[in-house]
């Protein structure tokens, strides 16, 4: 039920843009993205409820495709301080709540 | 400022000798929960609680017990560690309703030898 995320890593160059895919086999209620730096506590970063919503935050965007189950993370204009692990969150039915296993982003001058 | 607090931050302890981890939120969010973070399994949810008295197992409950004797508290508690229950423990909260996002504590790094 855990949800799949792609890919596992990613390096970019500063200014360089990125895709983070999460996919999930059961019906989704909501997704949510966390930013996790390496010991620290997760970042909430968005919520997506509808299909097809799409979310913005500084250059950080998402969207929702319900009927695929499917959401993307889109981080545009990379900079060095979006390096970190990235989670995806799913929330089905009855409050319980599924991460993917996280994708680790390292933005390089 | 809103909160949630765990402690201890850092936690090495010795196998079988029962174990105490506290969450506690200053928000007033009705729903608390925990999960542990394990390299390359991402965070998986232990037990979660949507108001006092009410516990429910998430993913990984075993060699977990929790309670909700009150809203701002959800301690976590090992009887018995064992050395796989060596991880990185996160409590997180929220509010009632489910399109909500969740607060998380600082974390409790946890050793058992």
């Known amino acids: 039920q855990q949800p799949v995320q792609s890919p596992q890593a990613v390096i970019l160059r500063e200014g360089e843009d990125a895709v983070i895919n999460c996919s999930s086999s059961k019906a989704l209620y909501s997704v949510h993205w966390y930013r996790q730096k390496h010991g620290e506590a997760p970042v909430f970063l968005m919520i997506?409820?509808?299909?097809?919503e799409q979310k913005g935050h500084e250059k950080i965007s998402a969207s929702f495709n319900e009927k695929k189950q499917q959401s993307s993370l889109y981080l545009t204009a990379s900079q060095l301080s979006y390096s970190g692990t990235y989670f995806c969150?799913?929330?089905?039915?009855?409050?319980?709540?599924?991460f993917g296993t996280g994708t680790s982003l390292t933005v390089i001058p | 400022e809103a909160q949630v607090t765990q402690n201890p931050r850092y936690l090495i302890t010795v196998t079988g000798k029962k174990l105490t981890v506290t969450c506690s939120q200053n928000?007033?969010?009705?729903?608390m929960s925990w999960y542990r973070q394990d390299p390359g399994l991402g965070l998986r949810q232990i037990y979660y609680?949507?108001?006092?008295?009410?516990?429910d197992k998430g993913d990984v409950p075993e060699g977990y017990k929790v309670s909700r004797k009150e809203k701002r508290n959800f301690p976590l508690i090992l009887e018995s560690p064992s050395p796989n229950q060596t991880s990185l423990y996160f409590c997180?909260?929220?509010?009632?309703?489910?399109?909500?996002?969740?607060?998380f504590g600082s974390g409790t790094q946890l050793s058992v030898l």
């Open positions: 997180a909260s929220r509010g009632r309703r489910r399109n909500e996002k969740l607060f």
């Open positions: 969150g799913t929330e089905l039915g009855g409050n319980q709540f599924y």
């Open positions: 609680s949507m108001n006092v008295e009410v516990t």
């Open positions: 928000m007033n969010h009705e729903y």
């Open positions: 997506l409820l509808k299909g097809g």
